[in-house]
């Protein structure tokens, strides 16, 4: 089984100013790891995703993500925030090599809230 | 493309009534799944279909049950509804079974049971 823990609940932060997501996993298996972005009353979209291969990710609207496989953690991050990137931030894990789909155990989300 | 379509968007039912959400998608997507998402536990799997006539259970099947008989249908029934089943629900589509796909998450249909 895995397990995904976002430890913060909440990050303010001020538009231009980076900002870091931390997520951390559990899990007795190799994994593939996954951010979505859920904007006010629609539903989860991808943002980017590890499989394999290069540790640094590149998604979309400027964030990226790094995969480090000895803190078990794939920490979101973005070097500059606008207003449009408030949101909820659900980092989430899946097996590979079920054969089932993609069955993700999500984290239970970071609200980001940007500031002028 | 429509996308991942859901209705209704909000509904309201008293304990021990039953209801169908209906979720749709035309990308012609193979797999096919439900997830709820309560505050403080972000979202979880109900129920998944692996393709048309396939379906099996996620980590909170209990009171509900699903069919797929088209690729672009899975509805999801609560056949007595409970105070706890009160959630947002979301229904998401991907390409394929594979674990690594992209998944394609409808708006979501927020449930009241009173």
């Known amino acids: 089984a895995q397990s995904v823990t976002q430890l913060d609940s909440q990050v303010p932060v001020f538009e231009e100013a980076p900002v870091e997501l931390r997520c951390n996993y559990s899990?007795?298996?190799?994994?593939?790891l996954f951010w979505y972005v859920q904007y006010p009353n629609q539903g989860l979209q991808l943002l980017l995703k590890?499989?394999?291969?290069?540790?640094l990710v590149k998604g979309i609207n400027g964030f990226e993500a790094e995969f480090n496989k000895s803190q078990t953690s794939f920490h979101l991050r973005k070097p500059s925030v606008h207003i449009s990137d408030t949101a909820e931030y659900f980092c989430?894990?899946?097996?590979?090599?079920?054969?089932?789909?993609?069955?993700?155990?999500f984290g239970t989300g970071t609200q980001l809230k940007v500031e002028l | 493309n429509a996308g991942v379509t859901q209705t209704p968007k909000f509904q309201v039912l008293k304990t021990g009534q039953s209801m169908t959400l209906q979720c749709a998608q035309d990308?012609?997507?193979?797999?096919m799944s439900w997830y709820r998402q309560d505050p403080g536990m972000g979202l979880r799997l109900i129920h998944y279909?692996?393709?048309?006539?396939?379906?099996d259970q996620g980590e909170v099947p209990n009171g509900y049950n699903v069919s797929r008989s088209t690729t672009e249908d899975f509805p999801l029934r609560l056949l007595s509804a409970a105070p706890s089943q009160t959630s947002v629900y979301f229904c998401?589509?991907?390409?394929?079974?594979?674990?690594?796909?992209?998944?394609?998450f409808g708006p979501g249909t927020r449930l009241t049971v009173l």
């Open positions: 998401a589509s991907s390409y394929s079974t594979s674990e690594h796909n992209e998944q394609f």
């Open positions: 899990s007795s298996v190799s994994v593939y």
């Open positions: 590890y499989l394999s291969g290069s540790t």
């Open positions: 989430a894990v899946s097996p590979p090599g079920t054969g089932g789909g993609n069955k993700l155990t």
């Open positions: 990308m012609n997507h193979e797999y």
């Open positions: 279909s692996v393709g048309a006539g396939i379906t």
